[in-house]
């Protein structure tokens, strides 16, 4: 937790009625954002994203596996956060890891939508080889290198500029397999298919502080909130999913505001990560 006198309270609410952050910005408006790619050769697809002091990283590894039963036409996304302690002093023991654990369930929301896959950003049918036989599995690994604030978005960032940096190994599927044996497989190590990230989300939170609510909140801002509610939006405008936290309830007719503002938000923000990813990638060629 973030420790803050009264004055300093006071002084960051009041900030907020008056449209007038602590950092200069508008109630709606994001801090800058730096985006990098490839920056883990390991990985299928990795890239680190800052937004002010919140520094992230996120990392795509694909693995052949073999599908759901109840879903033989769909591939699998496992989505797993990392809390470095050396990021904040509350990441420390129980902290980072009900910390992580929180955020990892929320991406997963927002990012492959409810349990039947309804409204998922992911299309995990793509992942398929062969159905009912062969997927490629997806393992996203998100990791906060520091923390000021605006976690969620920013790994959602992370992960949406990870996936564009994503190739997936061409397969060629061997003739002959029938019935339930697993047919031959040849992965190449030449040959890449670039991920699909045109329906990817990215998220933005809204955050509640006394009669306003806010977006990218600092470390300090979230200290004052009395909830927030994170909305995961695509280029298309489709919500892909949506979390609460905080404990004040929030009224009906305020959410479909937030979902509102949020959607005018995401236009921006997906642009501006678009291009910033464009120029990583261009960037990441040229060396």
Known sequence: ???????????????????????GRKRLTT????????????????ARVRMGA??????????LGRPNA??????KVVVNVDCSPTAAPM?????????????????????????????????????????GKICWDLYIDGLVVSSDGNLLDALGAAIKAALSNTGIPKVNVAAGASGNEQPEVDVSDEEFLQFDTSRVPVIVTLTKVGRHYIVDATSEEESQMSSAVSISINRQGHICGLTKRGGAGLDPSIILDMISVAKTVSEQLINTLDSHIAAAEAGEEES
């Open 70 to 75: 109840l879903q033989p036409d769909k591939g």
């Open 91 to 131: 990441f420390e023991g129980r902290g980072g890891e009900e910390l992580s654990a929180e955020l990892s369930v929320a991406l997963q929301c927002c990012l492959l939508g409810g349990k039947s896959g309804s409204g998922a950003g992911i299309d995990l049918s793509s992942l398929v080889v062969v159905e």
């Open 1 to 23: 937790m973030v420790g803050l006198s009264i004055g300093e309270k006071h002084f960051i609410q009041g900030g907020i009625a008056q449209d007038l952050r602590s950092d």
């Open 31 to 46: 801090r800058p954002i730096y985006v990098e790619t490839g920056v883990i050769s390991q990985a299928n697809g990795s």
């Open 54 to 63: 919140t520094d992230v990283i996120a990392s795509v590894k694909a693995e």
